[in-house]
């Protein structure tokens, strides 16, 4: 985008702001109407696809059986990941994942690690030797602002609708059962992510947001209303004040999406 | 190897490496000390080792990367092989990919970017030991270093992290209490301004928790920086003592 034109933008957006609106409408603390589909995905042991205004992410679980890390033998291994795909934004290159794509990895993994989303205890097939493998693959598939967000509530919606075939173990060796259970679960981290813009606090922002934002803080909140991952960004600063009143935000906003998805 | 204690605190509140909670681990810092680099510096933080290199303002290469109002920051945060127990692969990994963004991301609100269009300078971060708190080390060190190329700064940023180890909250953990403990905040500050410019969390912290670290690393931030501000003069007070000796001679 020109610079000049997001100097104009970023100001037509930031006096709209001072008065309480944004560009669509909406108040500074709205999200955007989303929708989650779950399990459109038939070879993927889950799968999700969020839809966050015009933001669309689709999110693939599969999960394979590996080696637990060394200094975690008890535990399963979980693996994230994510790809801005060439299709869902002009900018968007193709080639190895870039720093924000691995930063929006990054950021969805610390919320579900942290929260203990998945039980990782329960994943275990022979200590220190063989565990399940979560593989939690982020693809965005239109990009409208807001990745974070979207991606983290697919991501773990994808977890909710996974499965996995039954087994037993015997003398080490895991054995196929019919049918399937649900992967198991403790926590449903959500992700809330705040844009600073002309010093005031939006949420879920959108991708002109976006361009002409601050800075940037996404903060994850578990089940108990606790914070689980903290993430700023962006070249811009919080004051501590601001910082104290986004950790209120995103306890509210988190509170409220928990609400409506049930979770 | 460092021995995992059993309890990270004890009933009177001395944590496993004999500090109060709220304690610093000792700290040197030192400006000017590659001679190749525009600007350099270096910092030990408890067991930390960092050296941070500076380069430029100079003509971005390649070009293409240039911008036509400001000028571009480019930072690598990177780690030795051997600066760790086991030893790491020297490409760079994620982890090292994001921290490279989010240590610029704290570096950038301190710089008049809009002085030096088309221009750019490359921060060069290298972790040559690791004791936890890499990543606020490097960003202390770094601040210095661009301060040192000669640009002008609205502030120096510092970085300090406090977080949770067992039950309580504490000031700038160290590798130990980084693995086994409860919580990591790492802050980032320009003290004159209030302006956090990095705040990262992992781990599991109540809001009023939350509220507590964050006040801690911010106040950590505060004592950090009066031993930046006397590094930075240090270098110009030896630096005029060594002209004036020339004058003399």
Redesign the interface.
């Known amino acids: 985008m020109s610079?000049l034109l997001t100097h104009v933008r970023k100001r037509q957006i930031g006096q709209l702001i001072d008065t309480g609106k944004r560009l669509d409408g909406r108040n500074l603390t709205d999200y955007r109407e989303f929708t989650i589909e779950e399990g459109l995905i038939e070879r993927a042991e889950g799968s999700a696809r969020i839809r966050l205004g015009k933001t669309e992410v689709l999110v693939g679980v599969k999960i394979a059986t590996g080696e637990p890390f060394p200094d975690t033998p008890n535990d399963s291994v979980l693996t994230v990941n994510a790809e801005l795909v060439p299709l869902a934004f002009a900018s968007f290159e193709t080639g190895p994942p870039d720093?924000n794509s691995?930063?929006l990895?990054?950021i969805v993994d610390?919320g579900i690690?942290?929260?203990k989303a998945v039980s990782s205890d329960k994943l275990v097939i022979e200590p220190g030797k063989k565990v399940f493998v979560v593989f939690v693959d982020i693809y965005v598939l239109n990009h409208d602002g807001n990745l974070i967000d979207a991606s983290a509530l697919a991501a773990v919606a994808a977890l909710t609708n996974a499965k996995m075939p039954n087994y037993e173990v015997k003398d080490g060796e895991m054995k196929i059962k019919t049918g399937y259970s649900p992967l198991p679960l403790n926590s449903h981290p959500i992700t809330v992510t705040m844009a600073k813009i002309n010093g005031k606090l939006v949420v879920d922002p959108g991708i002109e947001e976006e361009q002409v934002m601050e800075a940037r803080?996404s903060m994850a909140i578990?089940d108990n209303?606790?914070?689980?991952?903290?993430?700023?960004?962006?070249?811009?600063?919080?004051?501590?004040q601001e910082?104290?009143e986004a950790?209120?935000l995103a306890?509210e906003k988190a509170a409220e999406l928990r609400k409506k998805l049930d979770w | 190897m460092s021995e995992k204690p059993e309890k990270l605190i004890d009933k009177k509140g001395i944590r496993s490496d004999g500090r109060k909670a709220d304690e610093l681990r000792p700290l040197k810092l030192e400006v000017g000390v590659l001679p190749n680099a525009d600007g350099s510096a270096y910092i030990e933080h408890g067991k930390n080792k960092i050296l941070v290199g500076v380069f430029g303002p100079r003509e971005m290469h390649p070009k293409h990367l240039s911008q036509s109002d400001r000028m571009v920051i480019r930072c690598r945060y990177h780690m030795a092989p051997f600066s760790v127990q086991e030893r790491k692969s020297p490409a760079p990994s994620r982890r090292e990919v994001e921290l490279s963004k989010v240590v610029r991301e704290a570096l950038e609100p301190s710089v008049f970017v809009d002085l030096y269009p088309r221009s750019g300078i490359d921060v060069y971060i290298e972790v040559l030991q690791a004791d936890g708190g890499t990543r606020c080390a490097s960003i202390t060190a770094a601040s210095l270093a661009i301060a040192d190329a000669g640009l002008p700064l609205r502030d120096l940023v510092v970085g300090c992290a406090a977080g949770k180890i067992d039950d309580t909250v504490v000031l700038d953990l160290y590798d130990a209490e980084d693995k086994l403990g409860a919580a990591d905040v790492p802050v980032a500050l320009m003290p004159n301004l209030n302006a956090v410019t990095l705040l990262q969390m992992d781990g599991i912290l109540t809001p009023t928790e939350f509220e507590t670290a964050l006040n801690m690393a911010v106040e950590g931030c505060k004592k950090i920086y009066v031993i930046q501000k006397e590094a930075l003069r240090a270098k110009y007070m030896t630096a005029k003592e060594e002209l004036k000796e020339e004058v003399e001679e």
Do not use: V, W
């Open positions: 610079t720093e691995i930063e990895a990054r610390r690690r942290e929260s803080l578990n209303g606790n914070i689980c991952a903290i993430q700023k960004g962006c070249p811009g600063f919080f004051t501590q910082l104290l950790s209120k306890q």
